[in-house]
């Protein structure tokens, strides 16, 4: 419920704060008095478009904060928790808009993107105006209004979703069976590559391995060389590294007196002349194990020349060939009987056709159902509003095309009798401005009494009625705010009388600047408003009294 409407800087509004309370609330004041800031502010705050032009003259930037009491809103509160904006009980929208047009929107004081303020706003209010009179006349209006009332907005969504998955298998189909002859030549390059790769079977790291061991075995002769030289200088020559180190030890063992300070180094040199013998014997066993295998080289190196063809067949290193081989394996069994295969796909196409009908034919069943619910409402609250001869019929139009279409197996067309015997025709062809007028407002009563928004505003939805049928308009608004909240924006004396809550707007002049002012009526104050929209400027005793009457009537009907 919207508790309270703060707006600075906003078109001639300087300032203007409003509290709220639950029940209807008329707002009511000259033409051209500002009556529309509210209801434009409040729309701005559920995320509507902004406009440089509405901020004040000579201000830097307009300000609108709504605060709303969600504590009996559950799917406001779910969402709030979801996206870590809740605050208890409470949630405050706020919109700034720069004399630049720049505009930022809050929630519950965090920066948030305007589609967020718009998904919260849907839960939180409902804007009715005399401009949905126009949308009335368009199929898709009707078609939304429908599946609102029979409860079957997520069914709906639900076979748009599956519609769309049908669609883009249906075009993938199409375009798959249109390149068939490409596809064909392409699945035959493939295998063919495919297998090349698959009889290389190269494995990751075997390229660095065989030329790992190509370097060795192209370097035998020289490592048999090397090493025998090696065994040569560490053991078996008269000046070997062994017999030098032998030597030296005899030498240091022979001294005359034993030196302490030489202990270490002799300890060193026995340990040399072990570790030079283990090594001589390690190099001796290796020189004579060791045999250059020129088969083997032959066959290392063949293997490297295949692989380095192929990488350059490809135009790509050699250490890219497993990789691009999974790869066109991957691409070949995707076209070659994978899911983008011709069989695949006409069999994804079958099933998402089937899924698509199953909750097409659900939103059928619901549609159909609620349609006679709400033609049957309709017509009750369209007598009521003096139009009992005007036959009001949801037509639903089966779509025999033989395709899915995004909205299901039907379309949807509200139509009307005007008079008895006559065929039910588009609203388009037979209902008047004022006509049209009442059965917008009583399509929007009937919806927004199933409707689960605790806040509905009805922008002059009024227009075009008066006697006897205007006191029924307040009656029909001040029913819907007994179950919740109602604001309306009205020129009618009868339906502003029947108001929980009365906002008079007018204006002023001050300093060569015009400003706004929005105040909250007492009893008084009230039947003087009502005098007012009686009888203009000229305020009788008579019209005092009439409104006096008119206004003590409209209290006491719904007690």
């Not at 001589?280 to 380095?308: H, K, M, Q, T, W």
Request: glycine share 6%.
């Amino acid at each position: 419920m919207l508790t309270e409407l703060t707006v600075s800087n906003y078109a001639i509004a300087e300032k203007v704060e409003l509290h709220f309370s639950r029940g209807m609330t008329a707002l009511t004041g000259e033409t051209g008095a500002g009556k529309s800031i509210v209801l434009d502010a409040l729309g701005l705050a559920m995320g509507g478009r902004a406009d440089a032009g509405a901020v004040r003259h000579g201000a830097k930037r307009a300000d609108i904060t709504a605060s709303f009491d969600v504590s009996r809103i559950p799917e406001a509160r779910h969402w709030l928790e979801e996206q870590e904006l809740d605050d208890a009980e409470h949630c405050i929208l706020r919109r700034s808009i720069s004399k630049e047009g720049r505009s930022r929107a809050f929630i519950n004081g965090q920066p948030c993107p305007l589609s967020q303020l718009k998904e919260l706003g849907g839960m939180l209010m409902d804007i009715h105006s005399q401009h949905q009179h126009q949308s009335l006349l368009r199929k898709e209006t009707h078609r939304k209004l429908l599946d609102e009332f029979a409860g079957a907005e997520t069914l709906a969504d639900d076979t748009r979703a599956a519609w769309k998955t049908w669609r883009q298998t249906h075009q993938k189909l199409e375009q798959r069976r249109q390149n068939a002859d490409e596809a064909e030549a392409r699945i035959q390059l493939l295998r063919y590559q495919v297998e090349e790769l698959d009889r290389l079977a190269l494995q990751d790291g075997e390229q660095e391995a065989l030329e790992q061991e190509q370097a060795q075995l192209s370097q035998a002769d020289e490592v048999l060389h090397s090493s025998h030289q090696a065994v040569l200088l560490c053991t078996e020559d008269d000046n070997s590294a062994a017999s030098l180190v032998r030597q030296a030890l005899h030498q240091l063992e022979q001294l005359p007196v034993e030196v302490p300070a030489l202990a270490d180094t002799l300890q060193m040199l026995g340990d040399a002349q072990i570790q030079i013998s283990e090594a001589g014997d390690n190099l001796r066993r290796f020189v004579e194990d060791y045999e250059a295998d020129p088969a083997r080289l032959a066959e290392v190196e063949e293997r490297l020349s295949s692989i380095y063809q192929m990488a350059r067949k490809h135009r790509i290193t050699p250490e890219e060939l497993p990789d691009f081989h999974q790869k066109l394996s991957e691409e070949l069994a995707e076209l070659d009987g994978g899911e983008g295969s011709l069989e695949k796909l006409e069999a994804e196409l079958e099933e998402h056709r089937t899924h698509f009908d199953e909750l097409a034919g659900q939103l059928t069943d619901k549609r159909q159902q609620a349609a006679a619910n709400l033609d049957q409402r309709i017509a009750e609250e369209l007598a009521q509003l003096s139009m009992p001869s005007v036959q009001f019929v949801t037509h639903l139009n089966r779509n025999d095309a033989g395709e899915p279409a995004p909205h299901g197996l039907e379309d949807i067309e509200f139509l009307v009798s005007a008079n008895p015997g006559q065929p039910a025709r588009s609203l388009a062809k037979v209902a008047s401005g004022g006509e049209l007028s009442r059965i917008s407002l009583a399509i929007q009563v009937v919806v927004a009494q199933t409707s689960t928004t605790p806040t509905l505003v009805f922008d002059e939805v009024d227009v075009g009625i008066g006697g006897g049928t205007a006191e029924v308009v307040g009656r029909l608004l001040r029913s819907l705010g007994d179950n919740g909240q109602v604001l309306c924006v009205t020129h009618l004396p009868q339906v502003a009388a029947q108001s929980h809550q009365h906002l008079f707007v007018s204006k002023f002049t001050e300093s060569d600047a015009t400003y706004s002012r929005i105040e909250t009526l007492d009893d008084q104050g009230r039947i003087d408003e009502v005098a007012r929209m009686l009888g203009g400027m000229d305020m009788t005793k008579q019209t005092l009294a009439h409104a006096r009457e008119m206004f003590t009537k409209g209290q006491a009907t719904h007690h």
